[in-house]
């Protein structure tokens, strides 16, 4: 899905012609169609001839294309259609869709010279869970985050008496409830890190946030289970709601890191195995060739590479090729200079992918932010694998 949509971040228009059309779950498809019949009339104003067709072409495109359908999919439908063509003056009218692993929440329709694909963005991040705990001496705020959603989950007060109070009792006494009072309230905040963080699906682990010292002395006190794994820890100026909305603003860095250090074990292991000259591999033909034979125990793809198959015909002469490419605006040409045409067009990441998964290798997508990173990306051109033997 985020080569798919970076794909279509590629495709600008010369003026307003691009169309972006979403379709939340259970929406209307006559009242769309009704709303694109209205676009249609408009469009017709429209003062420049190349774009007035080309948005009308896109608009014809989608009301044909929404005929075969009598409800959106289950988790709604983002269509986007105009002009792809390059050359100036020439009109190439494509229609791209995408059904979202989770439901649409928007209805939007909106013409413009790049395709809108923010409300498609929010689906490619990460899905790991990430447990948040703001914590001081009177109060504690637990919170679980997924992706960019943060859910407050439970709020504990310390009943601990306070440091100060008047008569009645010795200080030593007084001190000594103080200190169970706390230890007590950090026992409460421990169990209910247990209850909560444990029976989370893909729970990677918690950052711990207060003001003072507090956060760590609940820390080194181990008042929750030892397979919680605390990825870090910050400063906040609160407990509470706003004390989380704090950490929100700087766990992306505790996270990114403890994906960069996944990421920097796996690229190791596989270039100390290249090293060695075994159980390693990389190149399209290598790597799709080992998949066949169930050989990949990891397959690594750089998430910025984009591979494509293509066989192709000279229209000049009538040879016909097949090559891999990384971009298929720079195909080869014929050696007589003829004119190519394109006839069959593979994604190759998809196909290695599916290769994968009937194999039972995992997969694991290697960014080109981090070092290692952008060594596997430019020293082995983006993919290569660890082999079983």
Do not use: W
Not at 147 to 157: A, C, F, L, M, T
Not at 211 to 231: A, E, R, S, T, W
Not at 281 to 295: D, F, M
């Amino acid at each position: 899905m985020k080569r798919y949509l970076a794909e279509l971040a590629k495709i600008h228009g010369s003026g307003t012609e691009l169309i972006s059309l979403y379709i939340p779950p259970k929406y209307p498809i006559g009242e769309v169609a009704a709303r694109l019949r209205s676009e249609y009339s408009q469009a017709s104003n429209i003062k420049s001839k190349q774009t007035r067709n080309n948005v009308l072409g896109a608009l014809e495109r989608i009301l044909n294309f929404l005929k075969h359908f009598n409800a959106p999919p289950e988790t709604g439908i983002a269509i986007f259609a105009g002009n792809v063509s390059k050359n100036p003056g020439e009109s190439d009218i494509k229609l791209y869709y995408l059904v979202p692993p989770d439901p649409i929440s928007v209805q939007l329709y909106r013409c413009d010279s790049e395709f809108f694909l923010e409300p498609l963005l929010v689906f490619t991040k990460p899905k790991e869970v990430y447990g948040l705990v703001a914590i001081d001496g009177k109060d504690a705020t637990i919170a679980v985050l997924e992706g960019k959603n943060v859910r407050i989950v439970r709020h504990i007060h310390s009943t601990a008496p306070s440091k100060t109070h008047k008569g009645g009792q010795s200080a030593r006494r007084y001190q000594r409830l103080v200190e169970e009072g706390k230890e007590e309230y950090y026992k409460r905040v421990g169990e209910a890190m247990d209850q909560i963080f444990l029976n989370l699906d893909k729970f990677k682990g918690a950052i711990i946030g207060g003001p003072g010292p507090v956060k760590d002395y609940f820390l080194d006190g181990g008042y929750f289970n030892y397979q919680i794994k605390v990825l870090g820890k910050v400063d906040t100026g609160y407990s509470d709601e706003y004390g989380i909305q704090e950490m929100m603003q700087k766990v992306d860095e505790i996270i990114s890191e403890q994906e960069a250090v996944k990421e920097k074990k796996i690229v190791s292991m596989f270039l100390e195995r290249v090293a060695k000259g075994s159980l390693a591999t990389y190149g399209i033909k290598e790597v799709y060739e080992a998949l066949k034979n169930g050989r990949v125990g990891t397959l690594l793809i750089s998430d910025e590479l984009y591979l494509h198959r293509l066989k192709y015909t000279c229209q000049k002469c009538g040879k016909n090729y097949e090559t891999y490419t990384y971009d298929k605006d720079s195909i080869p040409k014929c050696e007589c200079g003829g004119k190519i045409q394109i006839n069959e067009d593979h994604d190759m990441i998809e196909e290695l992918e599916n290769l994968a998964e009937s194999t039972g290798a995992s997969i694991e997508f290697i960014s080109t932010e981090t070092q290692e990173g952008a060594q596997f990306y430019n020293g082995f051109y983006g993919i290569g694998a660890i082999l079983r033997y």
